[in-house]
């Protein structure tokens, strides 16, 4: 390790001192999520005092005004001091994608983080030691049954489509044209959850029909909440694990092959074979892995990710293409599309 630490990091521990504080800012900028901090400086459209924003979100000032004050050192908020009395206002970037209100706003997926993913990363240590998710100690659910636990309530389900929704906002383009898709006529996302994804197919692909199929829950939960005026794709209720994998020429695993442990993907990935029309195929949609099991920062907290929370990990191409074969696909393509997330596609 220390080979590859420049000499001024051993002269003084800059990057390691901000490492170690990574919590600190994280959480800094979860609490002005869920406290409103941005979304009331949005609305505002004028510098506020730390008075009178503590007034209106309902905060002690002195506590806020030194959460404020982190937020403009790490250049989240500015500042201007009018007469020794300091007046915050949003970045452009806090107003894109901090306030709740913005279309391009992370706030679901900010607010997921906070109240569920920093409590599983509490016990990562217990994660790396017992080698599995810590669903039982942080929720008091059983670990094996991972959407049981994800799903522990009405509103935690919409919490986390809320989540897988938000996710593709940025990265949904560029997985629905890896590949020219046009000649699979009939396409079904698998676990295609609130159905953001699919719609970007129907969109790209208008010959084509393009079917959600998740358990009858979160496909109810999506039809009330997630549907949009115009929408062309269906939704059907199913479990492709213990139930039927209908007919279709192209089918979608979104975050699906993650999740689960290698025979769970084998089982699923052989019943998708028998269920595909000929001359179809699958597409992966994963986070994917250098192969020499090297992979961005990103990539490694995600993979650590599924750990604390589900039974799978993140692969390189390589274990995608061998599944895939032992399956009976052939012609298996890569995309890196230089984004977050990549595509597979494999033909029957
Ligand atoms: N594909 C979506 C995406 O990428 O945003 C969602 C991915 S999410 C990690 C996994 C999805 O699989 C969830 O929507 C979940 O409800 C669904 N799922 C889990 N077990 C399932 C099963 N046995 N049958 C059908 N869907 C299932
Ligand atoms: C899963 C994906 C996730 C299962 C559990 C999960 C994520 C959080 N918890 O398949 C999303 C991770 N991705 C990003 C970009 O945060």
Redesign the pocket.
């Known amino acids: 390790m220390a080979e590859h630490l420049s000499q001024s990091e051993l002269d003084y521990p800059f990057k390691l001192l901000e490492y170690l504080n990574g919590y600190r800012i994280s959480k800094g900028i979860f609490s002005a999520c869920e406290l409103g901090v941005f979304e009331l400086l949005l609305e505002s459209e004028k510098p506020l005092t730390a008075g009178e924003m503590a007034q209106k979100l309902g905060t002690s000032e002195d506590g806020l005004k030194r959460l404020l004050d982190l937020l403009v050192a790490i250049e989240i908020l500015n500042v201007e001091d009018v007469q020794g009395t300091a007046f915050y206002n949003n970045t452009d970037v806090a107003n894109l994608y901090l306030a709740k209100s913005s279309p391009k706003s992370l706030h679901t997926s900010i607010v997921y983080q906070s109240q569920t993913i920093y409590p599983l990363w509490n016990n990562l240590g217990d994660a790396v030691r017992e080698g599995k998710n810590q669903n039982e100690k942080t929720f008091g659910l059983p670990s094996e049954e991972i959407?049981s636990a994800i799903y522990r309530s009405e509103d935690e389900m919409l919490k986390f489509m809320g989540l897988?929704?938000s996710?593709?906002v940025i990265d949904r383009h560029d997985i629905a044209t890896a590949f020219d898709l046009s000649r699979f006529k009939s396409i079904i996302?698998?676990?295609?959850?609130s159905g953001?994804?699919a719609r970007e197919l129907a969109k790209e692909y208008p010959s084509s029909t393009v079917t959600v199929?998740?358990?009858p829950d979160?496909i109810q939960s999506a039809q009330r909440h997630f549907v949009q005026e115009g929408d062309t794709i269906r939704f059907q209720e199913?479990?492709?694990?213990?139930g039927e994998i209908p007919s279709a020429d192209l089918y979608i695993l979104?975050?699906?092959l993650h999740?689960w442990k290698d025979d769970k993907n084998l089982k699923l990935l052989k019943k998708i074979h028998t269920a595909c029309n000929t001359g179809g195929g699958v597409l992966i949609?994963e986070v994917l892995m250098f192969e020499n099991g090297r992979g961005t920062t990103l990539t490694q907290m995600l993979s650590l990710n599924m750990l604390v929370q589900t039974e799978g990990k993140e692969h390189p191409p390589s274990y995608y293409k061998h599944l895939l074969n032992e399956a009976g696909f052939r012609d298996v393509q890569v995309c890196r599309t230089g984004k977050l997330y990549d595509a597979i596609l494999a033909l029957k």
């Open positions: 959407f897988m929704n996710t593709w996302d698998l676990g295609g959850c953001v994804l199929l998740d358990l979160v199913g479990d492709f694990f213990d979104a975050r699906i999740d949609a």
